[in-house]
């Protein structure tokens, strides 16, 4: 694999063009998340969805990574699944924490792809539905909507 900004750019446009899949399953996550948990979790729209994207891929050093670890995950099929089980975990795990952001919205991200990988498949290599379930996880992790996101913490220290 070879990552330049070429591919990068591509990367950004493919991952905005997903925006339809994208958003649909980042709905559909926080309505089981908002049920789970007992509290109303605001849906996202493909707009914020392609808003936030362009920030992600604004960062050159989070873009980069991005962009591999989707072309990793795009080709990423390992015979008879599931011996290739564990990388593509990691690799999407990985992914959804990276779109996140720090700590401790990376955690949120990485433990979100996990429930939104379980009811995701789709049609190709067994890494694609682990990229769809990364960029459901990591934007929705990354995007308002939760009511403990809405104020300063608590534990903030003046």
Wanted: glycine share 6%; proline share 5%; no cysteine.
């Amino acid at each position: 694999m070879r990552v330049t900004p070429e591919t990068v750019a591509a990367a950004h446009e493919r991952t905005s063009e997903r925006a339809p899949m994208v958003v649909a399953l980042i709905n559909e996550v926080r309505a089981d998340l908002g049920e789970a948990f007992d509290t109303e979790v605001a849906t996202v729209t493909v707009e914020e969805y392609r808003d936030e994207v362009d920030t992600v891929f604004a960062d050159g050093d989070r873009a980069v990574n991005v962009a591999a670890l989707l072309d990793l995950l795009s080709d990423l099929d390992v015979e008879d699944d599931y011996p290739g089980f564990v990388v593509d975990e990691l690799l999407g795990r990985e992914l959804a924490g990276m779109i996140a952001g720090p700590q401790p919205l990376r955690l949120l991200g990485e433990a979100t792809f996990h429930y939104a990988d379980v009811s995701t498949h789709i049609d190709g290599p067994a890494g694609a539905d682990d990229a769809l379930a990364a960029l459901a996880a990591g934007f929705q992790t990354r995007l308002p909507g939760w009511e403990w996101k809405r104020e300063a913490s608590p534990f903030a220290v003046d």
